[in-house]
C-alpha cells in the first residue's frame, strides 16, 4: 500500500510539474556527539568533546586544528583502535568497535613500510594478508596498476632503505588505495618532508583524486594544506578539540593559491582557529 502511495504522489508532482524530492545522499563515515579519551600514566586525557562530522562519498574531508587538539585521536577513533566514551562512529551505517580492511591508515612516518620487502612486495603482503587478493599473480597486476598511479614503476623492486622520504609516501599512499577501503584515513602524511617534495605530493594526491574519486579524511595542522587538499574542512578547537566551523574549500589549488579569495579563506580560518570560543550557534556561510 505504501509502495502505491509514493507511486501516486510521484505522478501528481510530475502532472503540477513539480520533480519529486531526491533522496539525500547518505554518508559513509557519520561521527556524532564523538567524546574520545585516552589515559597517560599520571593522567586522563579528553582528548575530542562532543564532536560530530560527516563524510560523504568521493570527500576529501580535512580536520584541522592547533596541536594536541584530538585530530589524530579521531582518526584512530574512526580506524578502531579507540573507542568513545561518549557519542558514536558508524561507517556505512555499521557502529566502528574494531580495525578493518574497510579503513587503511597512511602515517606520517617514512618507516611505515616493511624494510626487508621491496616496493611491490609492500603492497602485495597486504592484498593477501588483508583478503583483498586470494592469488598472488592478482595481487600483483593490482600493485602494479596502484605502482604506476604513483609513478614508481622502475623502483617496484626497490627496498624501502633506498627511496626517497617522498618515494616511500608514495609507496604508503598507494599500498593504502590498492585495499580499495571505503574511507583512506591520512594522519600528516606530508609534514615530514621538505617543502617543495610536500607540495609536489599534494599535487600527486589531488590527481589520485581526479582519476579514482577516493574518500579521504585527512589530518593537517596547516592551513594552507587544509585548502588545497580538501574538499571540506572540519575546523576544531584548541584542546579538548570541540567543532568551531565546517567550510568548503573545493575550488582552491596550487594553481590559484596567490589569489586574494585563497589569502581571504586563510586569513578566515585563521581567525576561527584562534577565536576564544566554539561557534556553536553561528551559521557560517558555504565558501
Known amino acids: 500500500m505504501a509502495e502505491v502511495m509514493t507511486r501516486m504522489v510521484d505522478v501528481v508532482t510530475r502532472a503540477a510539474g513539480v520533480a519529486p524530492a531526491a533522496h ?40 584541522l586544528g592547533p596541536s594536541g587538539c584530538g585530530k589524530s585521536t579521531l582518526l584512530k577513533g574512526v580506524a578502531g583502535y ?32 616493511l624494510p626487508w620487502k621491496t616496493v611491490k612486495q609492500n603492497i602485495t603482503f597486504a592484498l593477501l594478508n588483508g583478503g583483498k587478493c586470494r592469488s598472488r599473480r592478482e595481487a600483483d597486476d593490482i600493485a602494479m596498476d596502484y605502482i604506476r598511479k604513483v609513478k614508481l614503476e622502475r623502483f617496484e623492486d626497490t627496498y624501502p632503505h633506498m627511496l626517497s622520504g617522498g618515494m616511500k609516501q608514495r609507496v604508503a599512499i598507494a599500498r593504502g588505495m590498492a585495499m580499495e577501503p571505503d574511507i583512506l584515513l591520512m594522519d600528516e602524511p606530508f609534514a615530514a618532508l621538505d617543502a617543495l617534495t610536500r607540495r609536489q605530493m599534494q599535487d600527486e594526491l589531488l590527481q589520485l583524486w581526479e582519476d579514482t574519486k577516493f574518500t579521504v579524511l585527512f589530518v593537517t595542522h596547516s592551513i594552507e594544506e587544509a585548502v588545497i587538499v580538501g574538499s571540506r574542512i572540519l575546523i576544531l578547537s584548541p584542546h579538548p578539540g570541540q567543532v568551531k566551523a565546517e567550510l568548503n574549500a573545493h575550488n582552491y589549488s596550487h594553481a590559484n593559491m596567490d589569489t586574494e579569495g585563497f589569502a581571504t579563506l586563510q586569513r578566515r580560518i585563521h581567525t576561527m582557529i584562534f577565536a576564544d570560543r566554539v561557534l556553536e550557534d553561528e551559521t557560517l556561510p558555504n565558501v
Open 24 to 63: 539525500a545522499p547518505e554518508p559513509i563515515l557519520d561521527v556524532s556527539g564523538v567524546t574520545l579519551q585516552y589515559k597517560t600514566k599520571e593522567h586522563l586525557i579528553t582528548a575530542t568533546y562532543r564532536v560530530s562530522f560527516q563524510v560523504f562519498r568521493s570527500d576529501r574531508f580535512v580536520l
Open 82 to 113: 579507540l573507542k568513545p566514551v561518549e557519542g558514536q562512529m558508524k561507517l556505512k551505517g555499521h557502529v566502528i568497535s574494531d580495525p578493518g580492511p574497510d579503513r587503511v591508515m597512511v602515517f606520517q612516518e617514512f618507516d611505515q613500510l
